[in-house]
């Protein structure tokens, strides 16, 4: 906020269009305002979270807690104040796009796990833990095995690209984002925005958000990510909306094997 604030709510070098847009409609321009803000949105946490302990209780009471499963998560995040902004919007933005979640799993098999999971995880989840095999196709997989702590389907779950997407909200913004780990240390958000020449690529690590999309020493890993999200794009005919657009828009990025315009996989 402060950062904006500074630049007379200018829109800083290299930032999307779209950010302007929610700054004009839905932004926060006075200190005071967004401080009370912050905290009536922590006295709203406290709201919910008596709430989420009668119910706990209740389940204590009827002695089914044990053999519960509780999943407690959100449907989006909240910018909080970042960028002058408020609630959420049609942009890749990691405050959004990172949620809560916590599942407590039947008995003690409960763990904190840092691996990356996504909100497509969950219909797979409740479908196991209720021993049904389902025969459609899922996008997420079970969490089941970090609950139970298998090292090997662990690793899967490391590897895994999610996408995100943002089409509407009050403005059009058709947008695509990617996560990737590539260590316990290193953590990219990358993001290709359809209504903006700039794209985002953020470090997961630095909890400060700033998008360093244009920084010299991070063209190796925003180049990285491009690779990563053409190869998504590419692979799954759900999405040739955004994959013909970001071949257009950054053709002079993709290398190409003959006239098929085949991708090298990325390093």
Known sequence: FTEIAKRDFAPPA????????????????????LREYIVL???????????IGKVLDALREAGQYDDSIIIFTADHGEMNGERCLVDKGVYGHPKVARIPLIVKGPKKHTRTVSEPVCLLDLAPTILKAAGVRPRARFDGSSLWPLVFDDKRARKAFVERTF???AIWHMCPNPAVS??????????YFYTYNLT????ELYDLADTSYRNIARKPSAKR??????????????????WRCYWHTLRTDRQGELPVEG?????????
């Not at 290299?14 to 305002?33: L, N």
């Open 41 to 51: 949105n922590i006295l709203q946490m406290e709201v919910l979270d008596r709430a």
């Open 178 to 187: 990617i996560q990737w780990r590539k260590s316990r240390k290193e953590h």
């Open 221 to 238: 890993i925003r180049r990285r990510m491009l690779l990563r999200l053409a190869e998504f794009l590419k692979s799954d005919p759900r």
């Open 163 to 165: 996408l995100f997407e």
């Open 196 to 199: 903006s020449d700039f794209d």
């Open 14 to 33: 290299g930032e999307p269009r779209v950010y302007g847009f929610y700054r004009k409609e839905i932004g926060i321009y006075d200190e005071a305002a």
């Open 259 to 267: 006239g098929d315009h085949q991708l090298f996989r990325p390093e």
